[in-house]
Each structure stands twice: as C-alpha cells, then as structure tokens.
C-alpha cells in the first residue's frame, strides 16, 4: 500500500480539519468501493516496480554473463579465449549483447567457458576448451554460440572449472571435460570431449558444479557427490576423491544445492 493510498483512506473514512474534496453525491458504498480499486492500483503498481529484469546471472573466473527476462544474453570481462561469446577476444568492461542464440532459459559458466541453455531444450557453448569442456568433439575454443546437437530436451546446464554437466528432462546427467579428479563421476579419471550419460543416475532434479568436483539433487530429495575431494567438498567425512556418484546419507529433504570452487552448499 502506497502513502497516497493510505492518505486517501484516512481522509475518506477520518474526519479532518481540512476538507478533502471528493466526487459529488458519492454514497458510502460508492466510496467503499472506490477505496478497493485506488488499493489495488496500489498494489500492481508495487508489483511491477519488482519485477526483476533479469532471469539469471553467471559468473566465471574472469567474465560475468546476465540473461534477461526475454531470453537474450549480456556478457562483459575477460575474452582471452572467447568466453563471452561475441564472436571476438576482445575484453569488455561493460555488458554488451550477445546476438545469437536467443530464447534462453538458463546461463552457466565455467572457468573460462560457457554454457546456455534454450527455451527448446538444445545447449550452446563457447569459450576456452582445452580439454574438451565445450563437449564438442574437440579441444578447439569457439568465440561464438555452438549448437551441441547431441543434446536435447535438457533442462539445465553447469559449467565446473574445466568440465560441464547437463541435465535431460527425463532426469538423467550428461557429463563432459576435464576428469583428472573423477568430476565427471562415470566412474574413470578420462577426460571426455563429448557429452556421455552417467547411467548410475537417475530422477536428478538438479546439478551444480565446483572447480573439480560435482553435486547432484535426486527426486526423493538425496544428494549425490563425486569428484576432488581435498577440502572436504564431497561432505561424505574424507578428503579422499570419488570418480562415481556417492549418496550422503546424512542429507534427506533436500531442495536445492550450489557448489563454490572447494565447497558445496
């Protein structure tokens, strides 16, 4: 409720020294009435001073991406290797649009890559891939949007240090990249250059990534870890790395989580 809302009620129901002036021949339903339409406007007028502009934000080590409530894409930083996408390696110290794709739902970014995720379930990437991050194939950098074409209906993405993760609709995680610590969790230390299903996984609802390790969210509100595990970011009550997923049994209920270079939340 506004001041001006609250004023005009006082001065409508509260007698006062000073004479407000209101509409003629107004009855006191009419000005009953009139009150719940002056509050209403109120109300929406609050409502859209806070809608928020934007639908998410990312950051990598050295760039930064905003995807905005109409699906296009803002990026500024460091460019070195193409993370912003812009089609340049040029540095950007404020944000500036990235044409193509559009229709976004979703933005994540490792450390020098990134991750975008289309309102019809396909996943671009670009930026650094030394060691196959993009999940493209190849270890070559893109410094614009790529289609990877052998993901569809998926419904998130994260971006680790130098790996990724993607989860489909049907509720299964596809990893890709750097695994020198297990962070893919299929099991291996193999790097990866092309997405691949982890098939011990399955009715994730969500999933996050570290520098090098990884968090998923199952249906039944379990979380499960694998990955680096050298400041005790897999919270399974080690430092010892895991290469496969690991339930913590001490979590159930779960709802959400996040994961920061070294730790998890």
């Not at 044409?99 to 996943?123: I, N, Q, R």
């Not at 969790?185 to 996984?201: E, I, N, W, Y």
Request: glycine content about 12%.
């Amino acid at each position: 409720m506004t001041l001006k809302s609250i004023a005009l009620v006082k001065n409508m129901f509260i007698p006062q020294r000073v004479h407000t002036p209101k509409p003629a021949g107004m009855s006191w339903i009419a000005r009953i009435i009139f009150v719940f339409a002056v509050l209403a406007c109120g109300w929406q007028r609050a409502a859209a001073q806070t809608t928020p502009t934007s639908g998410a934000v990312a950051a990598g080590a050295t760039h930064s991406l905003a995807l905005k409530s109409d699906g296009t894409l803002w990026a500024w930083g460091l460019n070195t290797n193409g993370q912003l996408g812009d089609g340049t390696t040029t540095q950007r110290t404020a944000p500036v649009l990235i044409a193509a794709p559009t229709s976004l739902a979703a933005v994540d970014a490792g450390d020098s890559h990134t991750l975008a995720l289309k309102t019809d379930g396909t996943v671009w990437v670009w930026g650094l891939n030394t060691n196959g991050q993009l999940g493209d194939g190849t270890t070559t950098q893109r410094t614009a949007p790529f289609q990877l074409a052998s993901l569809t209906t998926m419904t998130a993405v994260a971006g680790g240090g130098s790996h990724s993760l993607a989860l489909k609709g049907d509720g299964t995680v596809w990893v890709w990249g750097l695994n020198t610590n297990g962070q893919l969790g299929d099991g291996t230390t193999t790097q990866r250059t092309a997405p691949f299903k982890l098939t011990t996984l399955t009715g994730i609802t969500a999933i996050a990534a570290g520098a090098s390790h990884s968090l998923a969210l199952k249906n039944d509100g379990t979380i499960w870890v694998w990955g680096l595990n050298t400041n005790g970011q897999l919270g399974d009550g080690t430092t010892t790395q895991r290469t496969a997923p690991f339930q913590l049994a001490s979590l159930s209920g779960m709802t959400g989580l996040a994961a920061g270079a070294s730790h998890s939340l």
